[in-house]
């Protein structure tokens, strides 16, 4: 029986690691306000895992964390201020930043909150309004 995959990561100093493991619920991009200010660019590579799957191995006492809205916490390294993880509680899934695991296979099958872009991207991918319904939002489709 093979293992499930696993993938560390952590935030640009080090000092902050983590372990993810098995497969994301899901991946994308999103190019709303909220994460391209907190990005620092134009949109975010996101990838949604279960609580359960993801393991800070280090520095757990290092992690900063910012609520914008009771949706979602955002967590950084308080040493350098790298971004790591975002917290979805409701819907009960952590966006771990694509770009802070370097082995990571990212693959991305959607846009969400498109309607904010400010970067439009002729990828193929599905654009959303917002989000899937099965996530809370309007699961309306826009034109690339």
């Known amino acids: 029986m093979a293992s499930e995959p696993s993938y560390q990561g952590s935030c640009i100093c ?12 899901a991946m994308g991009y999103c190019h709303c306000e909220s994460c391209r200010r907190w990005s620092a660019g134009p949109v975010n590579a996101f990838s949604l895992w279960k609580p359960e799957a993801v393991s800070v191995t ?24 790298g971004h ?15 770009a802070v695991m370097p082995d990571f296979p990212f693959s991305p099958g959607i846009h969400v909150h498109y309607q904010e872009t400010v970067l439009h991207l002729q990828d193929g991918l599905p654009k959303m309004r917002d989000v899937p319904k099965e996530m809370g939002g309007s699961g309306e489709h826009l034109p690339e």
Do not use: M
């Open 84 to 98: 790591v993880f975002t917290d979805h509680p409701e819907l009960g899934l952590i966006d771990v930043y694509a």
């Open 58 to 81: 280090q520095g757990a006492d290092k992690i900063g964390s910012y609520n914008k809205t009771p949706g979602s916490t955002r967590q950084w390294c308080r040493d350098c201020g």
């Open 14 to 25: 080090g000092a902050v690691r983590f372990t993810v493991q098995g497969e994301p619920v």
